[in-house]
Structures are given as C-alpha cells and as structure tokens.
C-alpha cells in the first residue's frame, strides 16, 4: 500500500497549463504503475494517463492525448501530470492512483486535486 497525495490544481485561464503533482509515501513507489484520472461534475470517473513502474511507456487516453503528458521521478516518489492547452471541459477533479503490475484495478488512491478552466 502507499499512500498518495496530489497538489498543483488550481483556477487556470483556457489555452493555460498547470502541473499536477503526486506525491506516494513508502519505499515500493517504483514497484507501482501510476496513474491519473478525473471527475468533472455530473460525470463518472474518467482515465487519464498512465506511466509503467520504470517510466519507460505510458498510455493516453484520447481525450488529453497530445496535450497532457504524464511522468515519474522514482528518487522523489513523484509522478507528474503537466496539462497543456487547456479547456473549460478539462474541468474537474483530478486524482492519482497506484497498483503494482500485477493487478489490474487501481487499488490506491489520492484525495484528489480541483481544476478549474475558465473561458
């Protein structure tokens, strides 16, 4: 298990970028691939990006492919999500997630971080 805590949402101006920051308490942090996702309002829980324990693939989902780009510092238990281009419909809650390789469900999760596009 570890435990992750996620900073750098904020109220940004469309066409801006913000950079998100997920931080993991343990020592297994490069055991874990990382992910991001999202909660607008109204809406289910979207998958963003996700990065392989050694940060050597990731994978985007279509709707931020081109404009986020995910990435991990294994000496500072840190993944990244920086946002370009930004949209009003970027909009929502943004959350990290951890689980080893060998499991399929996301089973670690963050409190999650606002974003907030205005047009």
């Known amino acids: 298990q570890v435990q992750l805590v996620e900073s750098g949402g904020g109220l940004v101006q469309a066409g801006g970028s913000l950079r998100l920051s997920c931080v993991a308490s343990?020592?297994?942090?490069?055991?874990?691939?990382m992910g991001w996702f999202r909660r607008a309002p109204g809406k289910e829980r979207e998958f963003l990006a996700r990065?392989?324990?050694?940060?050597?693939?990731?994978h985007y989902s279509d709707s931020v492919k081109g404009r986020f780009t995910i990435s991990r510092d294994n000496a500072k238990n840190t993944v990244y999500l920086q946002m370009n281009s930004l949209k009003p419909e970027d909009t929502a809650v943004y959350y990290c997630?951890?689980?080893?390789?060998?499991?399929?469900?996301?089973?670690?999760w963050g409190q999650g971080t606002q974003v907030i596009v205005s047009s």
């Open positions: 343990g020592r297994t942090f490069s055991s874990y691939v």
């Open positions: 997630a951890a689980r080893l390789s060998s499991v399929y469900n996301y089973d670690n």
């Open positions: 990065i392989i324990s050694t940060g050597g693939d990731t």
